[in-house]
């Protein structure tokens, strides 16, 4: 069984800043990359920031020079440093993991920005 617990969302002010984290646990063989989505209401799942275990990163065109990827490969972590939020950057982040086991997805931690 694998479990991708999440933490670090809730509400902030626009232009604050918010970190989420997401541990691996369980049978997860190989991670080949970990990352973030998000999806707000009435709209799609959409990429926000992934990061390989080579280190290659990718980050949404919104996102980029606001929001920082890293992972601990040794605890099988990932983070989301998000600075400078935005009203827009209001939604259900999803942690996501790429594995030779399968996809799997986190619950999904809330993340609200009040302008």
């Known amino acids: 069984q694998v479990q991708l617990v999440e933490s670090g969302g809730g509400l902030v002010q626009a232009g604050g800043s918010l970190r989420l984290s997401c541990a691996a646990s369980?049978?997860?063989?190989?991670?080949?990359?970990m990352g973030w989505y998000r999806q707000s209401d009435g709209k799609r799942r959409d990429l926000v920031a992934t990061?390989?275990?080579?280190?290659?990163?990718n980050y949404a065109d919104s996102v980029k020079d606001r929001f920082t990827i890293s992972r601990d490969n040794a605890k099988n972590t990932v983070y989301l440093q998000m600075n400078s939020l935005k009203p827009e950057d209001t939604a259900v982040y999803y942690c996501?993991?790429?594995?030779?086991?399968?996809?799997?997805w986190g619950q999904g931690t809330q993340v609200t920005v009040s302008s």
């Open positions: 990061k390989t275990s080579d280190g290659s990163t």
């Open positions: 996501y993991v790429r594995s030779s086991s399968g996809p799997y």
């Open positions: 369980g049978s997860i063989f190989s991670i080949n990359a």
